[in-house]
C-alpha cells in the first residue's frame, strides 16, 4: 500500500494568482521603477535556474527565516538586474519587503482544482500527506489562509531539511518524518527534474500532477498504482 502522500506546492497544489513578472512590475511602479512585466518573468525564470539552493545547513532554526528572506532578496535584485541593467530603486529594500510580504498572503495564491477535497478523499483512504517543497516558511501561513493545514501531516521545507529537490535526501528525510519506507510513498508534482526525476531517485512512486484534470483524479491514480505493484 502506498501509505502516503508527497505533493509540490506551486504548481502542484497551489498556482499564483498572477505570473510573477505581473506582480513584479506593479509593484516597483509604485516604488518608481517601470520593467515590462515579460522582461521580470523571463529573468525570474533565469535566475531561479541558476540560484543556488535555499538551504542553510548547521544554522539554528531561529536564523532560517531571516536565511531566507535574504536568499529571496538576492534572487530578486537579480531579476531586476536581468531585466534591466539601468534600474535603480530609490530604496530597494522598502520596495523588496512589499514584494516579500505580498507572496506570503493567501491572496495571491490560489489552490488548485479540487484540492481539499482531494486531500480529504486520500486522508479517508488512510494515507499520511505532506507537502515536499523547494519553498520558504511563509508557506505555513498560505496554507492554513486556504485551509489545507487541516488536512496535512507534515510540511516538509529545504530550512528544516538541510538540502533541497532533487536531492534524493530532501524526500528520504520527509518519509522518515511521516514514518513509511520510500516504496510507501508516492510523490506528486509538476517539475520533470525537481518533482518526478527526485521521486524516482529516492525510490518513491510518482505522479505527474499535469496528466490529472484535476487533483480529484489523484485517489484514482494512485488506486491504480498500488494494482500496478500487486500485479
Not at 508557506?139 to 516538509?156: E, K, M, T
Request: glycine share 8%; hydrophobic share 45%; charged share 25%.
Amino acid at each position: 500500500m502506498l501509505r502516503a502522500v508527497l505533493l509540490d506546492a506551486v504548481g502542484t497544489l497551489l498556482h499564483l494568482r498572477e505570473p510573477v513578472g505581473a506582480s513584479y512590475a506593479r509593484l516597483a511602479r509604485q516604488h518608481g521603477v517601470v520593467v515590462p512585466a515579460e522582461r521580470l518573468d523571463d529573468a525570474f525564470r533565469r535566475v531561479l535556474r541558476s540560484a543556488p539552493p535555499m538551504v542553510f545547513p548547521g544554522e539554528p532554526p531561529a536564523r532560517v527565516p531571516g536565511l531566507e528572506r535574504a536568499w529571496w532578496q538576492d534572487r530578486v535584485r537579480e531579476t531586476f538586474r536581468a531585466a534591466d541593467q539601468s534600474v535603480r530603486f530609490r530604496d530597494f529594500e522598502a520596495f523588496f519587503a512589499a514584494i516579500f510580504a505580498h507572496f506570503a498572503r493567501a491572496g495571491a495564491w490560489v489552490p488548485a482544482a479540487n484540492a481539499r477535497e482531494a486531500l480529504e478523499t486520500l486522508r479517508a483512504h488512510g494515507r499520511r500527506l505532506a507537502v515536499a517543497s523547494n519553498f520558504d516558511g511563509r508557506l505555513h501561513g498560505i496554507l492554513r489562509g486556504h485551509g489545507l493545514s487541516g488536512c496535512l501531516d507534515l510540511v516538509w521545507l529545504p530550512g528544516e531539511a538541510g538540502c533541497a529537490k532533487p536531492d534524493p535526501r530532501f524526500l528520504l528525510g520527509a518519509c522518515r518524518r511521516l514514518r513509511v519506507e520510500p516504496t510507501e510513498a508516492v510523490l506528486v508534482g509538476d517539475e520533470p527534474e525537481q518533482d518526478l526525476a527526485a521521486g524516482r531517485a529516492a525510490g518513491l512512486a510518482t505522479v505527474d500532477v499535469r496528466s490529472l484534470a484535476t487533483l480529484l483524479e489523484l485517489p484514482a491514480r494512485i488506486r491504480a498504482l498500488e494494482e500496478e505493484t500487486a500485479t
